[in-house]
Structure formats: C-alpha cells, structure tokens
C-alpha cells in the first residue's frame, strides 16, 4: 500500500487544528507552501479574519520558488507586517508539514523580527 503524502499532511493538519486556534491577542501564524509560492497569515479564529499576510506574490519579495531563502523573506516580511498591527505574541501553526527546513527557517525568521512564540 502506497502512502499519500498529500493526505497524511492533510490529516496531521486536521489534529493539529483542534489545538490550535488564534485570536485577536494572539492570532494564529499559519504556514502554507505551493510548489511556486510560500504564503504566511496571521489569523483570528474567532473573527474570521486575516490580521496580515506575506507571500513570495508580494512586490517586495517577488520570488518564482518555495525554497528557504524565499521562507526566510516572507518570515521576515509577516513579522514586521504583524508589528505594524500591533501583533507580538502568537500561536504557530506548521500546516502539517514537518517543522524542518523551510517551516523552520520561516519560523525562525518571523522571531528575529519580533514575533513570540
């Protein structure tokens, strides 16, 4: 039997749903990558809406991969975005990945720029 990796991803998010949930003091970073693009949110749940954003869509970033150093330019970018909200303190969501290499390097970078967690 062979194991999908895009279903087992989806089901480890799912688990790691019913955990993790944002608010308004402390919303909830979420991580996805595409084969192109690597995108980050700061969510709250509770609202339903997105604080602020990145991706490698954005101008200033403006990157064809999903590799690390694309990561660590969106990482950068969602925590000075976040500090413009007034956002320090949130939860981290890894969207069912693996928290190595690109997840790492993101996250890693969101907390040089300021972001607790």
């Given at each position: ?48 809406v ?25 990482g ?38 300021g972001?607790?967690?």
């Amino acid at each position: 039997m062979k194991v999908n990796r895009k279903e087992a991803r989806r089901r480890v998010h799912t688990r790691i749903r019913r955990k993790v949930s944002g608010t308004a003091e402390r919303p909830r970073l979420a991580v996805h990558f595409s084969n192109k693009n690597v995108y980050a949110q700061l969510i709250d749940d509770i609202s339903g809406v997105t604080i602020a954003s990145a991706s490698t869509k954005d101008e200033s970033i403006k990157a064809s991969k999903a590799n690390a150093e694309t990561a660590l330019k969106v990482g950068q970018l969602i925590a000075e975005r976040g500090k413009a909200a007034s956002v320090e303190v949130v939860v981290f969501d890894r969207g069912g990945h693996f928290y190595h290499g690109k997840v790492k390097v993101l996250a890693d970078a969101a907390r040089e720029g300021g972001l607790k967690f």
